[in-house]
């Protein structure tokens, strides 16, 4: 009996050291485990966002570099010396508006002008190479000629409409086959008040612009036909309305929802937002609203969990076009 009682008792030593392994291997995975997705939540995400050197855009391109979500910020400029003041001021981020002065990722540069094909490839390539991947993109770059600007409207319209709406559709494709292969991947387009369904005086081309079954080439037709109706100055009794503004930011948001149907095989949620009238170069300074402030419309779709996609954010929330 002793010899036996001898046997259990090595028999139950080495069962308890091989179960307090297994335990310390268990807790080991689980910890690198832990560690790895910790990891991937912060230091492998990248977000781009354009027109990032001022106003809503800088804003939007450090509340994301201090969001905690991003292992990178890459700011695209015109021009490379305002981007390279605008990076290390986020990098500072002494702005008192922010809720939180703790920078976490990465924040850099990179020459980018919308609506120029060539500088489109060039920050793609570089991109690719550098990165591998995009996350987030916020098309924020955009142009508005000033109301006392005496270029006349049918002079506008071409310019206007060739980077907000054609620039920025051309750059988000370029950088499309990045932004599929990122990790709970998002596209925000930076829209206004001004691309507001109700601007179109023609109920046709308003249910034109809002058929769920509306295609880019059919967006860009209709984009056509407006430029081509304000240079022979029939726009008005065709049934648009009055701005070029207002219909270069119309048809980004029905960008918006043809990209959210098209991407959402890829699990890419396209959402876009008005700012709101905020206090930038843009509105001259008359807005109201600290371009901080403005650029959380933009930053909610792009880091909160479980993102809709096709929607409008206006006000901090989902609102109707």
């Known amino acids: 009996h002793g010899h036996d009682d001898n046997i259990m008792a090595m028999a139950s030593s080495r069962f308890l050291l091989i179960a307090h392994s297994f335990l310390c291997f268990i807790v080991a995975v689980a910890k690198s485990l832990s560690t790895d997705t910790e990891m991937m939540s912060t230091s492998s995400r990248v977000a781009v966002v354009t027109g990032a050197n001022k106003g809503i855009g800088f804003h939007i391109a450090q509340h994301l570099a201090s969001s905690g979500k991003f292992s990178d910020v890459i700011l695209g400029c015109r ?34 002008t919308i609506g120029d094909e060539k500088s489109h490839r060039s920050f793609v390539r570089f991109v690719e190479e550098e990165y591998g ?51 709970d991947a998002r596209i925000v387009n930076v829209a206004s008040m001004a691309g507001h369904l109700s601007q179109l005086r023609s109920k046709e081309l308003r249910s034109e612009f809002s058929s769920p079954r509306l295609t880019k080439w059919e967006v860009f037709a ?23 503004y207002g219909l270069s930011k119309l048809a980004v948001i029905a960008m918006t929802k043809v990209w959210a149907r098209e991407e959402a095989t890829n699990g890419i949620s396209v959402n876009c937002c008005c700012p709101g009238y905020c206090d ?24 909160m969990d479980h993102p809709p996609s096709g929607e409008y954010f206006s006000d901090f929330r989902v609102s109707v076009w």
């Open 133 to 183: 991947k995009v996350d987030v993109l916020v098309n924020n770059a955009g142009m508005a000629f000033k109301n006392a600007d005496p270029t006349p409207f049918e002079l506008q319209c071409k310019p206007t409409i060739d980077v907000n709406f054609r620039g920025t559709v051309d750059f988000t494709e370029e950088l499309l086959p990045l932004i599929r292969r990122g990790r």
């Open 222 to 244: 209709l984009v056509d036909k407006f430029e081509s109706n304000v240079l022979d100055g029939t726009h008005v009794s065709e049934g648009w309305g009055n701005s070029n």
């Open 280 to 303: 930038t170069d843009m509105t001259s300074h008359h807005g109201r609203r600290h371009p901080s402030e403005g650029a959380r419309n933009a930053v909610i779709p792009a880091v």
């Open 79 to 112: 021009d490379e010396g305002r981007g390279a003041s605008a990076a290390n001021e986020i990098i500072r981020s002494d702005d008192p508006n922010m809720p939180t002065s703790q920078i976490s990722c990465a924040v850099s540069h990179r020459q980018l």
